[in-house]
């Protein structure tokens, strides 16, 4: 966060401290100064006097420089061409914004104020900027004037919209908003003062999902008058204005939700403001906090940023308690739409299977190429890939047959029926059922015995285990029962080392007695803890948020950041809640910024195969990170650390969550040399789908899975600091991944669908969302699919998924959610 220059503070603000005069004094105040004429036509001077007088006169409610600037980067990132402003007062945030809109190429800027002479004193002060032909300042209340906009034809959309007015018409504005589609997906907010005690309402609307915003809906509860949780004083200011004004009632959009995100600024006034991640759905966007609200001092106030996005597009999930009848229909409808597209697939097929024999494609004359020469230089191992069901399966399946390997697979399935795409793939020799593990101790032995079996059987030299959480410790067994009774090699950890990285607890005390840096964390169970730990973090100056262990409806979304300035607040506020032995919380330090996944292979505790990625929305998009970009270096090196800290234990794949501080990886991107903070999550022991990224890098195999087989070299460095390490194999053509049937559904059949809704997608969403579908087919690779293996991409849709389907349809399984990668069905 930037330095608050104090120089710059604005004065003291005082008991009344707007509509006494003082607009119209600063108005005197600018156009008396001596230097008035280099002034007009230059928005920043314009704003500078604004300031001056705010510092050496007299109090400004005004966004101020630093809270400005996060809107005005902002501004200069989205490039609306339509920009609105609810409460412009005496113009700042106007100016200031307008300047930014007409800077990124934008055309219009609506300033809506509800005072007609504060609405006087920006048209004065825009014109003074010399921005009266982009900004529009509108005087009446703000719902009446956004209706009127609307009717008139004159504001039909707006790309970004800046709440600053009336606390409890944030909501109800806003819904008003939606029903007239002037916000949409895409629409990017900014609301100041929204965290509790702030705006509950506002703040609870924009975080709610589509299923409770549907249900409110449906109640239509009467939203004329302000919500009782005002606070005090707000509320008494509020009481006065409502005999002038009714607070407007709309049914809004439910089906758009928002995503959001906090960043630290400060005050005019150059109090520090601190900020917290809300929580980020689909794309990232700024929650920015201030310490004082607008109806003032004694609350927080914050500025959220919010980014509406399509969720007309996601279906209404289902849940245990939607009934049988919805669940049935929705099994239907999938096995329709594999039904549907099943002539098209079979033609594209066909046609692959044509184009194999005219073409020789690189993946299979790689593995002719290197068979042919076996004799000499390649001895061809017969490896065994567990979880071949699964993209990461299939794709390491592949890619050992491409070296030159004998693959033979493995993977769940009922007895007889091949439903498994992997079992069909032509990269596999043979392919064996594996026993589930059930959780008793016989399952885990059945499920040993049966990979041992196979290893026995099939003389496997090598044992990729691909397998999913489920199985993760049973893998563990099964690696030691191994490499116990026979020579096979298994890239799999033991049982201690997986339990230890797969359990959070232990993965964070483990991080930190490597040295590395993790997420603070601290377990509380009562008040008096949870204010010593928050006194004893102040000097830090870092943020933690009070999560409760558990489900509790009432304090979920509470993300005020603590602890406050005074001690006092910081009381007030932990006595508020509910906190015992029975009740437990965390106080976690609040990170501010993106989330990043790898995977990497480890082999005697060396990285020898890494990908760094963004975190995509349901991990079912992947695109790399470049290597020798600062994100992915310092992902490496953490890994590597890791990795070489125990290298008898590490060996397997290994995988990790990172969050890094936003304004931290804006700079890393800028700067490849960067040291970066990572905040490790997660530690998955086991193959990420990211592993997809290496379909066209068989190297991988030779470097680093065959190296498991020779034998091991002098240890390597210990990890330390300034260890240096050889560096890894990484993907060298990475492609952008997605699966068509997941992209399918999301980009073109529910947005298609949905424009037959009430509340549906405007038609040009529904393009949008089909250019991007576009995009994925033409420049992106499909997960599955591949012109030379073409049956697991049809099997997988047209076997698997339906077999599922018809399962569950006739068992009555209700499940809300699917991954076509990992082929999971989500319970509910
Ligand atoms: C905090 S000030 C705005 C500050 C301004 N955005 C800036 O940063 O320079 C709030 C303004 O909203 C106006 N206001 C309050 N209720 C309103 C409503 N319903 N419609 C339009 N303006 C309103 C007030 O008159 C006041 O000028």
Same mark, same amino acid.
């Given at each position: 966060?930037a330095?608050?220059?104090?120089?710059?503070?604005?004065?003291?603000?005082?008991e009344?401290?707007?509509?006494?005069?003082?607009?119209?004094?600063?108005?005197?105040?600018v156009?008396g100064?001596?230097?008035?004429?280099e002034i007009?036509?230059?928005?920043?001077?314009?704003?500078a006097?604004?300031?001056?007088?705010a510092?050496?006169?007299?109090?400004?409610?005004?966004?101020?420089?630093?809270?400005?600037?996060?809107?005005?980067?902002?501004?200069s990132?989205?490039?609306?061409?339509?920009?609105?402003?609810?409460?412009?007062?005496?113009?700042?945030?106007?100016?200031?914004?307008?300047d930014?809109?007409?800077?990124?190429?934008?055309?219009?800027?609506?300033?809506?104020?509800?005072?007609?002479?504060?609405?006087?004193?920006?048209?004065?002060?825009v014109?003074l900027?010399?921005?009266?032909d982009?900004?529009?300042?509108?005087?009446?209340?703000?719902a009446?004037?956004?209706?009127r906009?609307?009717?008139?034809?004159?504001?039909?959309?707006?790309?970004?919209?800046?709440?600053?007015?009336?606390?409890?018409a944030y909501?109800?504005?806003?819904?008003?908003?939606?029903e007239?589609?002037?916000?949409?997906?895409?629409?990017?907010?900014?609301?100041?003062?929204?965290?509790?005690?702030?705006?509950?309402?506002?703040?609870?609307?924009v975080?709610?999902?589509?299923?409770?915003?549907?249900?409110?809906?449906?109640?239509?509860?009467?939203?004329?008058?302000?919500?009782?949780?005002?606070?005090?004083?707000?509320?008494?200011?509020?009481?006065?204005?409502?005999?002038?004004?009714?607070?407007?009632?709309?049914?809004g959009?439910p089906?758009?939700?928002?995503?959001?995100?906090?960043?630290?600024?400060?005050?005019?006034?150059?109090?520090?403001?601190?900020c917290?991640n809300?929580?980020?759905?689909?794309?990232?966007?700024?929650?920015?906090s201030t310490?004082?609200?607008?109806?003032?001092?004694d609350q927080?106030?914050?500025?959220?940023?919010?980014?509406?996005s399509?969720?007309?597009?996601?279906?209404?999930?289902?849940?245990?308690?939607?009934?049988?009848?919805?669940?049935a229909?929705?099994n239907?409808?999938?096995?329709?739409?594999?039904?549907?597209?099943?002539?098209?697939d079979t033609f594209?097929?066909?046609?692959?299977?044509?184009?194999r024999?005219?073409?020789?494609?690189?993946?299979t004359s790689?593995?002719?190429?290197v068979?042919?020469?076996?004799t000499?230089?390649f001895?061809?191992?017969?490896?065994?890939?567990?979880?071949?069901?699964?993209?990461k399966?299939?794709?390491l399946?592949?890619?050992?047959?491409?070296?030159?390997?004998?693959?033979?697979?493995?993977d769940?399935?009922?007895?007889?029926?091949?439903?498994?795409?992997?079992?069909?793939?032509?990269?596999?020799?043979?392919f064996?059922?594996?026993?589930?593990?059930?959780g008793?101790?016989?399952?885990?032995?059945?499920?040993c015995?049966?990979?041992?079996d196979?290893?026995?059987?099939?003389?496997?030299d090598?044992?990729?285990?691909?397998?999913? +959480?489920?199985?993760? &410790?049973?893998?563990?067994? /099964?690696?030691e029962?191994? *490499? =116990? $009774?026979?020579?096979?090699? @298994?890239?799999?950890?033991?049982?201690?080392?997986?339990?230890?990285?797969?359990e959070?607890?232990?993965?964070?005390?483990?991080?930190?007695?490597?040295?590395?840096?993790?997420?603070?964390?601290?377990?509380?169970?009562?008040?008096?803890?949870?204010?010593?730990?928050?006194?004893?973090v102040?000097?830090?100056?870092k943020?933690?948020i009070?999560k409760?262990?558990g489900?509790?409806?009432?304090?979920?979304?509470?993300?005020?950041?603590?602890?406050?300035?005074?001690?006092?607040?910081t009381?007030a506020h932990?006595?508020?809640?509910?906190?015992?032995?029975?009740?437990?919380?965390?106080?976690?330090?609040?990170?501010?910024?993106?989330?990043?996944?790898?995977?990497?292979?480890? +082999?005697?505790?060396? &990285?020898?195969?890494f990908? /760094?990625?963004?975190?995509? *929305? =349901? $991990?079912?998009?992947?695109e @790399?990170?470049p290597?020798?970009?600062?994100?992915s270096?310092?992902?490496?090196?953490?890994?590597?650390e890791?990795?070489?800290?125990d290298?008898?234990?590490?060996?397997?794949?290994?995988?990790?969550?990172?969050?890094?501080?936003?304004?931290?990886?804006?700079?890393?991107?800028?700067?490849?040399?960067?040291?970066?903070?990572?905040?490790?999550?997660?530690?998955?022991?086991?193959?990420?789908?990211a592993?997809?990224?290496?379909n066209?890098?068989?190297?991988m195999?030779?470097?680093?899975?065959?190296?498991?087989?020779?034998?091991?070299?002098?240890?390597?460095?210990?990890g330390?600091?300034?260890?240096?390490?050889t560096?890894?194999?990484?993907?060298?053509?990475?492609g952008?991944?997605?699966?068509?049937?997941?992209?399918?559904?999301?980009?073109?059949?529910?947005?298609? $669908?949905?424009?037959?809704?009430?509340?549906?997608n405007?038609f040009?969403?529904?393009?949008?969302?089909f250019?991007?579908?576009?995009?994925h087919?033409?420049?992106?690779?499909?997960?599955?699919?591949?012109?030379?293996?073409?049956?697991?991409?049809?099997?997988?849709y047209?076997?698997?998924?339906?077999?599922?389907?018809?399962?569950?349809?006739?068992?009555?399984?209700?499940?809300?959610?699917?991954?076509?990668?990992?082929?999971?069905?989500?319970?509910c």
């Amino acid at each position: 966060m930037a330095q608050f220059d104090q120089s710059k503070a604005y004065a003291e603000q005082e008991e009344v401290f707007f509509d006494d005069g003082r607009e119209l004094e600063l108005l005197h105040y600018v156009y008396g100064k001596p230097e008035i004429e280099e002034i007009r036509g230059n928005p920043q001077k314009v704003l500078a006097a604004i300031d001056e007088f705010a510092r050496t006169k007299k109090y400004l409610m005004n966004v101020g420089e630093l809270k400005g600037k996060i809107v005005t980067d902002l501004i200069s990132e989205v490039k609306p061409e339509t920009m609105v402003e609810l409460g412009g007062y005496i113009g700042y945030s106007c100016i200031l914004y307008a300047d930014a809109v007409r800077k990124a190429g934008g055309k219009r800027y609506f300033s809506l104020e509800r005072d007609p002479v504060f609405g006087a004193v920006i048209a004065s002060l825009v014109d003074l900027a010399g921005l009266s032909d982009l900004v529009k300042v509108i005087i009446g209340s703000s719902a009446v004037s956004i209706q009127r906009l609307h009717s008139e034809g004159i504001l039909k959309h707006v790309d970004m919209m800046f709440l600053d007015h009336y606390k409890p018409a944030y909501k109800t504005d806003l819904k008003l908003c939606e029903e007239l589609k002037i916000v949409t997906p895409g629409t990017v907010l900014a609301a100041d003062n929204v965290i509790k005690p702030g705006n509950p309402p506002y703040l609870e609307y924009v975080r709610s999902s589509v299923a409770e915003k549907r249900k409110a809906a449906e109640a239509s509860s009467d939203e004329s008058n302000p919500d009782t949780r005002f606070a005090d004083r707000t509320s008494k200011q509020y009481a006065n204005r409502q005999a002038e004004e009714k607070l407007q009632q709309s049914k809004g959009n439910p089906n758009l939700v928002y995503e959001s995100k906090l960043i630290n600024s400060y005050e005019p006034s150059g109090v520090p403001v601190t900020c917290e991640n809300g929580t980020a759905i689909h794309r990232a966007i700024v929650e920015l906090s201030t310490e004082l609200s607008w109806s003032y001092r004694d609350q927080q106030t914050w500025l959220l940023l919010c980014h509406a996005s399509v969720v007309t597009v996601t279906p209404v999930m289902l849940t245990a308690e939607s009934s049988r009848l919805a669940h049935a229909l929705q099994n239907i409808k999938l096995l329709a739409l594999s039904f549907f597209f099943l002539p098209l697939d079979t033609f594209i097929l066909f046609f692959s299977y044509a184009v194999r024999i005219l073409v020789a494609f690189p993946a299979t004359s790689h593995r002719a190429r290197v068979r042919s020469t076996y004799t000499r230089y390649f001895e061809p191992r017969t490896v065994l890939v567990t979880g071949v069901g699964m993209t990461k399966g299939l794709v390491l399946a592949r890619l050992f047959f491409i070296a030159g390997h004998n693959v033979i697979g493995a993977d769940f399935e009922p007895p007889f029926l091949p439903i498994t795409c992997g079992h069909v793939s032509r990269s596999i020799k043979a392919f064996h059922r594996l026993a589930k593990p059930d959780g008793t101790r016989e399952g885990s032995a059945r499920y040993c015995q049966s990979i041992l079996d196979i290893v026995r059987k099939e003389k496997v030299d090598l044992w990729v285990s691909c397998s999913g +959480v489920a199985s993760a &410790v049973e893998d563990g067994q /099964a690696k030691e029962m191994i *490499e =116990l $009774l026979t020579k096979c090699k @298994a890239v799999q950890y033991n049982v201690a080392t997986t339990q230890k990285l797969h359990e959070k607890h232990s993965f964070t005390e483990y991080t930190k007695s490597l040295g590395l840096t993790v997420p603070e964390t601290h377990t509380i169970t009562s008040k008096t803890a949870a204010l010593r730990v928050l006194e004893d973090v102040r000097p830090s100056g870092k943020k933690f948020i009070m999560k409760f262990i558990g489900t509790d409806d009432s304090v979920r979304g509470d993300m005020t950041l603590l602890p406050f300035d005074s001690v006092p607040a910081t009381k007030a506020h932990i006595s508020r809640l509910q906190i015992s032995e029975s009740r437990p919380w965390i106080l976690q330090q609040f990170i501010d910024g993106p989330e990043y996944c790898t995977h990497a292979l480890v +082999v005697r505790g060396e &990285v020898k195969a890494f990908t /760094a990625c963004p975190s995509a *929305e =349901l $991990l079912m998009h992947y695109e @790399a990170l470049p290597q020798d970009s600062a994100l992915s270096r310092n992902m490496l090196r953490f890994t590597q650390e890791y990795a070489a800290s125990d290298p008898e234990n590490f060996t397997g794949h290994l995988s990790f969550d990172f969050l890094v501080d936003h304004e931290e990886a804006e700079r890393a991107k800028r700067d490849p040399n960067m040291v970066v903070t990572l905040y490790p999550i997660e530690c998955n022991p086991r193959a990420h789908t990211a592993v997809a990224l290496f379909n066209s890098t068989p190297e991988m195999i030779e470097k680093g899975y065959m190296s498991l087989l020779e034998e091991p070299t002098t240890p390597k460095a210990e990890g330390s600091n300034g260890a240096s390490y050889t560096p890894p194999v990484y993907p060298h053509q990475p492609g952008k991944y997605y699966w068509i049937g997941h992209d399918l559904t999301t980009c073109i059949i529910l947005p298609a $669908l949905s424009l037959f809704k009430i509340h549906g997608n405007s038609f040009g969403e529904a393009l949008d969302h089909f250019g991007t579908f576009l995009e994925h087919l033409f420049f992106w690779r499909d997960g599955t699919y591949e012109i030379w293996d073409p049956l697991p991409a049809w099997w997988l849709y047209h076997v698997y998924w339906p077999f599922q389907f018809a399962k569950s349809l006739v068992s009555g399984f209700k499940w809300s959610r699917i991954n076509v990668s990992t082929t999971k069905m989500f319970g509910c």
